[in-house]
């Protein structure tokens, strides 16, 4: 979970709504102080545009799991032997160390969830809602207007209701 800010264009103020990690969702959002609609292009839509690349990634989070945990010792280890060897320590420099740790260990955690298939049950989710949400013509026509490039397969309820899935 995350925060996304963004000034309406519309009346200038700030709108600062809950995002997840990805900002998959409507990149049309809706002003909460004067109710206008814009565009927040960091928004997207994961039935329109895929998921993030990154989720099915499992070597480069290896990867980096493995380099912010060698940065992590470098600079651990040197503060280290710099406190026991000469007695000072830069305690900018040991926060550094905690940081690069725990960014080792986030990227780890996020190895193991790819790993788990949890990444792709949540990506397999937030497809399932942006489908949802372009079901509905009234959105798809509105995103045409605003320039997106929606896939055919989105469009045919603006026409003529295809099929009924199930
Ligand atoms: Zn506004």
């Not at 925060?3 to 103020?13: I, L, N």
């Not at 600062?16 to 814009?38: D, H, Q, T």
């Not at 480069?60 to 320590?89: E, H």
Request: aromatic share 12%.
């Amino acid at each position: 979970m995350g925060y996304s800010e963004m000034a309406c264009p519309h009346c200038g103020q700030m709108n600062r709504e809950k995002c997840n990690a990805w900002m998959y969702g409507s990149p049309i959002r809706e002003c909460k102080i004067c109710g206008k609609k814009y565009v927040d292009n960091r928004y997207r839509e994961p039935a329109m545009s895929g998921i993030d690349t990154r989720t099915a990634s499992p070597s480069l989070y290896l990867k980096m799991t493995g380099v912010f945990f060698a940065a992590a010792l470098i600079v651990g280890g040197w503060q280290f032997i710099s406190a026991n060897a000469a007695g000072y320590y830069y305690t900018r420099m040991v926060i550094l160390s905690v940081l690069l740790l725990m960014a080792s260990v986030g990227c780890l955690v996020m190895y193991i969830r790819i790993k788990l298939g949890i990444e792709a049950k949540n990506n397999a989710k937030y497809i399932a809602e942006s489908e949802e949400r372009l079901k509905d013509p009234a959105y798809v026509a509105e995103l045409i207007a605003y320039g997106y490039d929606v896939p055919e397969r989105f469009k045919s309820g603006t026409a003529v209701r295809g099929e009924d899935g199930e």
